[in-house]
């Protein structure tokens, strides 16, 4: 499933250089809560994070774009109000840290797909 993940988000970034231009592995991995989001028509390396850990905590955010839409939203919501925290104004420094509590894995990391991956996939 991870694999597929990233997979999927790596065709993404060859699809979209110039996205993957300016948002890396260490980009996302490395990304601090900020108050302040990227605009809407701009991929956020915080909100990847964001989503990454909300879908590996079981409540999918829906497609990992870098954006905090609709969906997104009510997955950030819905965790918060699972969590007991306050879930007014999305995402929040308490929402941060209890998404980073889920796991201390890597939200990305780089993997090369293997000829077993491809003959896996094709059947």
Do not use: C
């Not at 948002?23 to 601090?32: F, K, P, R, S």
């Not at 905590?57 to 965790?79: H, M, V, W, Y």
């Amino acid at each position: 499933m991870i694999r597929l993940f990233l997979a999927t988000i790596l065709w993404g970034w060859l699809l979209f250089p110039a996205a993957a231009a300016s948002l890396d592995a260490a980009a996302i991995n490395g990304a601090e809560y900020a108050a302040k989001r990227a605009a809407d028509d701009r991929i956020d390396a915080a909100v990847v994070k964001i989503q990454v850990w909300l879908d590996r905590a079981r409540f999918s955010p829906g497609e990992i774009d870098g954006k905090l839409g609709e969906n997104a939203q009510k997955a950030l919501k819905t965790f918060a109000e699972a969590k007991g925290l306050a879930s007014d104004k999305l995402p929040n420094p308490e929402i941060w840290k209890a998404l980073a509590a889920t796991g201390e894995d890597a939200v990305i990391v780089e993997y090369k797909i293997s000829d077993k991956d491809v003959h896996a996939a094709a059947r």
